[in-house]
């Protein structure tokens, strides 16, 4: 059962049954008419990765080689992505259970005892809370170890941001404070963040155009914005303290350099650098991998601020 909530001009609609996903973030416009802040899923949609936004944990982005060792251990996991990685976590990919709700809030949960799929050695939960106001959605999403050792965490949110709202005539403005980027090949981390071009765009705030990114930016401040100037609207992301790395995810619709960008793109808010646990493992402590002891909880907070300029 689709939970949607209202508080005009926002609306914001979340499937419990595909990984208690955002389906639509939308603003009304003139004659009320809804505009899709996210990309809206389509009708019918039934992975997750077809959402307008989806939750990462208890990983964020790759694994590499779906293998990590933690805590002189090694961890098989099962491979979910065409590059033989294991990618955004499990649980976006099982039901989430609603909790309470009302017309501008609800909460749902996830707990992995009771997932006969869970792709992960150690039990654990997440709870995630959305509340929508005229002005803003707040989501605020936990995970808590439920294993009897320790266990490696991380949690991210993955919105696909549409590149036009009102305007079919836009190029929207990026803007993030970072400090730096990772080299990558194959979206994992080869080498230590530094400040470069991407970063100092990030930081001044830049039209998006088409550099066909698929980056992960250390130093995340947990602000970043998102600014329509032909729809005379901006979308600002205030992240609480957890979330420290940032990845953008700008794609083309071929792997052509002439090639269009596709009409959305991603701005991704993590606690964690991607493939964080090996990377932990091999010495590296700035990773942002959390250790969860028995019972412990990370939290979290993002708020979608949509604005009128």
């Not at 990984?19 to 009708?43: F, K, N, Y």
């Not at 208890?58 to 099962?78: K, S, Y």
């Not at 155009?209 to 329509?228: E, K, M, P, Q, W």
């Not at 090996?278 to 590296?284: A, C, H, Q, Y």
Request: aromatic share 8%; with cysteine; net charge negative.
């Amino acid at each position: 059962m689709t939970i949607t909530l209202d508080a005009h001009p926002l609306r914001v609609s979340v499937e419990p049954a595909l990984g208690a996903s955002i389906t639509d973030l939308s603003v009304a416009g003139p004659r009320d008419a809804h505009a899709p802040i996210l990309r809206r899923a389509a009708t019918g949609t039934v992975t997750p990765a077809q959402t307008a936004s989806f939750v990462m944990a208890p990983w964020t982005n790759r694994i590499e080689t779906a293998r990590f060792g933690f805590q002189g251990r090694t961890h098989q996991l099962l491979p979910n992505f065409p590059d033989g990685t294991a990618i955004h976590g499990i649980a976006r990919d099982a039901p989430w259970r609603i909790t309470d709700r009302t017309p501008v809030s609800a909460r749902l949960v996830y707990d992995s005892r009771a997932d006969e799929t869970a792709n992960f050695p150690h039990a654990f939960a997440c709870v995630q809370r959305f509340e929508l106001a005229p002005d803003h959605l707040s989501v605020e999403l936990g995970i808590t170890n439920l294993s009897d050792t320790a266990m490696p965490a991380a949690l991210g949110h993955h919105p696909h941001f549409n590149r036009q709202l009102f305007s079919a005539t836009e190029d929207p403005i990026l803007r993030a404070d970072v400090t730096s980027r990772y080299p990558c090949e194959g979206g994992l981390p080869s080498g230590l963040p530094s400040d470069d071009e991407h970063s100092r765009r990030l930081r001044a705030g830049a039209p998006l155009g088409n550099h066909n990114l698929d980056d992960v930016f250390a130093g995340f401040s947990g602000r970043a914005s998102i600014t329509y100037p032909h729809s005379n609207t901006r979308v600002t992301l205030d992240c609480s303290d957890a979330f420290t790395h940032l990845v953008v995810f700008t794609p083309r619709a071929a792997d052509t350099p002439d090639a269009p960008p596709l009409p959305w793109f991603c701005v991704e808010p993590c606690t964690a650098v991607n493939n964080a646990f090996n990377l932990l493992d091999r010495g590296n402590p700035a990773t942002g991998t959390r250790i969860l002891d028995p019972g412990q909880t990370l939290e979290s907070s993002m708020r979608y601020r949509v604005e009128t300029l």
